[in-house]
């Protein structure tokens, strides 16, 4: 190792998924085991501009790796895209002698932390943690397990009442540029249709799915729809097919925000702890710019260029397999 790191920050950025405290839980506990500082920066890049950073032990951590959120909160930060606003960050980390930092976020997270690597010679390693799960460089983001067995066990609970009332329900999880909620989702409910972005699923080719399972009489239709396809979300989706296809008692239930809360999963869990844990030794070896991550179950460090820039595509076969499954 080429160790130069004294002090280590850690923060939470962008949109909270479960799993971010087991990953800020590992980070602290491996910085301590190794002998640094590590300091807590609350509300990400805005609370670096602010100076809202504390020194953390392991007790500051005990009891949160069952916990959704982030005991660090998390915030939009407008003025860190700005050079005073990064010139400004800077210097509250100097104040704490910070040298090295680790971030807990997603592509907007990995961003701003190329623009201030650019101007200021503080090294980032960034752990992925989206429920969105549209990271290049690992196989599962934190947050992405939990928040599709909460919208597994949402539609399972619909299906029901579908069921016993003969309607069409048409259920909007999240994933505004990525449809890896709504494919995994809707292929463990056993979906009859999944509307995402990266598909092109026209409303007539819908309608004629639907159709056909009228035929074979079916006695409920779930149709689940990520909220940036592009024939509009499940309410705009639901208000089209009516108009044409009227069988069935059409309604529309949205999950929100409940896919983000919740204790984490084992799943996430266990990755959170070997992220955070993995991300502390990759500031010790020197690495800089890079996200820690898992394919094939081993790590991978992927440059920060590349995982933001490149995100994965939802996979042909998975798409193959719903339309054969669903028929």
């Excluded at 084992?266 to 394919?295: H, I, K, T, Y």
Aim: proline residues 2%.
């Amino acid at each position: 190792m080429t160790d130069n790191i004294k002090s280590i920050g850690v923060f939470t950025s962008g949109g909270d998924a479960p799993g971010m405290n087991a990953a800020v839980r590992a980070v602290v506990r491996t910085a301590i085991y190794y002998g640094k500082k590590v300091y807590g920066i609350h509300r990400g890049y805005e609370g670096m501009i602010d100076g809202e950073i504390e020194e953390m032990t392991s007790g500051s951590v005990s009891g949160i790796i069952h916990r959704g959120g982030t005991i660090l909160k998390t915030a939009r930060s407008p003025r860190f895209m700005t050079q005073e606003g990064r010139a400004e960050a800077y210097q509250q980390l100097k104040k704490h002698d910070i040298n090295g930092i680790v971030a807990l976020g997603g592509d907007g997270t990995f961003k701003g932390a190329l623009q201030f690597n650019s101007e200021f010679d503080i090294p980032f390693i960034g752990i992925p943690c989206t429920i969105d799960n549209d990271l290049f460089g690992t196989d599962f983001t934190i947050g992405y397990d939990t928040a599709i067995n909460t919208a597994m066990e949402a539609i399972d609970k619909i299906r029901d009442t579908a069921a016993a009332h003969n309607r069409l329900f048409f259920v909007e999880v999240m994933g505004r540029d990525a449809g890896f909620i709504a494919m995994r989702a809707g292929i463990s409910t056993g979906a009859e249709a999944i509307l995402i972005p990266e598909s092109k699923l026209s409303i007539d080719q819908l309608i004629d799915k639907l159709e056909k399972g009228w035929e074979r009489q079916k006695t409920s239709c779930i149709v689940v729809v990520a909220e940036g396809d592009e024939e509009g979300g499940a309410f705009q989706v639901a208000e089209k097919v009516k108009q044409r296809f009227n069988y069935y008692d059409t309604r529309v239930s949205v999950i929100g925000h409940i896919q983000r809360g919740g204790n984490p999963s084992c799943q996430d869990r266990v990755l959170a702890s070997r992220l955070g844990f993995a991300a502390v030794e990759a500031l010790m070896q020197g690495r800089r710019n890079e996200m820690v991550g898992v394919l094939h179950r081993d790590l991978s460090y992927t440059p920060f260029e590349k995982a933001a820039k490149h995100h994965l595509e939802v996979s042909p076969y998975l798409m193959m397999l719903q339309e054969i499954l669903s028929t």
